[in-house]
């Protein structure tokens, strides 16, 4: 808001845009538009000191509450407001082609975050932040110079808007810790994510981003499982911020991980537990301690099916 405004004044530009789709007609070079949300009470709130009540003769105006937010006015311009959400639409041509191709370069630039319904990103852009290290990488060597000049659009962008944001996370995650702000971030596509299930360690791999709509971060996993018969598992995991009151926490403590951030030789117990189990996909001789027994060896038949041993 600016100076003279009042309570009822709307949120707004410098520069007002009454038709956006007619814009973006007359203005076929823009590569991306940035639409941002506003919660004006919020912001309201926060500029409160700001406003200047107006002195009136006529009581009967002063009482009427319809008119009370007009009693306040702005002495100075106030700074921007801070938006409370932000979704980035992908319009060029030119770059969505860019993204196609720079996923053929690199395999590892997951093509599918961005394809088809998924031109319009939500923020903090996950998408970006895992790959926006490889793309900056690999732009060179797109042969389209048109294609090369949008990428470089979405990048400068992402480096003014969320640069500090990004390496304040990448600063935490080093450290082996996370805050509820950079939650989101620690899970990338085709990543090993590990969960504990009775003192066990159990991994997954994830199949794309978290869903981040709500307070709840849904991930879609995929595993091995065994009834008889190898084969992979579908699942959704669903991620919670623990309810603690410190607000950055070891990353070791969530109740799902990325294996990444292993210190503790959870990697080391699934590769022997993968390997053993490996070995009874067969007929073998085993031994194990039955539960309350003196450690005696029991006999076991033999059957090529599964049995957890130690």
């Known amino acids: 808001l600016f100076a003279g405004d009042n309570k009822a004044s709307a949120l707004r530009g410098t520069i007002s845009i009454t038709d956006v789709e007619e814009h973006l007609e007359d203005n076929e070079h823009i590569s991306i538009v940035i639409y941002r949300t506003y919660d004006c ?47 980035m639409t992908l319009l060029s041509n030119d770059l969505k082609e860019a993204l196609r191709n720079l996923g053929k370069l690199d395999p590892k630039i997951n093509y599918n975050s961005f394809r088809q319904d998924h031109w319009t990103l939500k923020a903090p852009y996950l998408q970006l932040y895992h790959f926006r290290d490889l793309i900056r990488q690999t732009a060179p060597r797109l042969t389209n110079l048109e294609e090369q000049r949008h990428v470089d659009v979405l990048l400068r962008y992402i480096d003014e808007a969320f640069g500090d944001d990004y ?46 709509g709500s307070s709840i971060l849904a991930l879609y996993c995929e595993n091995w499982s065994f009834d008889g018969v190898f084969g992979r598992k579908e699942s959704i995991a669903n991620v919670i911020w623990p309810s603690r009151s410190s607000e950055i926490l070891q990353i070791v403590d969530l109740d799902l991980f990325p294996l990444e951030y292993d210190r503790v030789g959870i990697k080391q117990r699934l590769l022997a537990r993968g390997q053993l189990l490996w070995k009874c996909r067969k007929r073998r001789y085993m031994s194990y301690r039955v539960p309350g027994g003196k450690g005696d060896i029991q006999a076991v038949r033999i059957y090529p099916i599964y049995t957890q041993c130690e």
């Open 167 to 212: 390496a304040e996370a990448d600063e935490l995650f080093a450290q082996g810790l996370v805050s509820q702000k950079h939650h989101s971030k620690l899970f990338g596509p085709n990543e090993t994510v590990v969960t504990m299930k009775d003192d066990q360690p159990v991994a997954s791999v994830s199949r794309g981003l978290p869903n981040t």
């Open 41 to 87: 009470e919020e912001y309201l709130e926060s500029i409160e000191e700001g406003f200047e009540r107006l002195k009136l003769s006529d009581y009967g105006v002063r009482t009427v509450s319809a008119m009370r937010p007009y009693l306040f006015v702005l002495r100075d311009d106030m700074a921007a407001a801070t938006c409370i959400s932000e979704d």
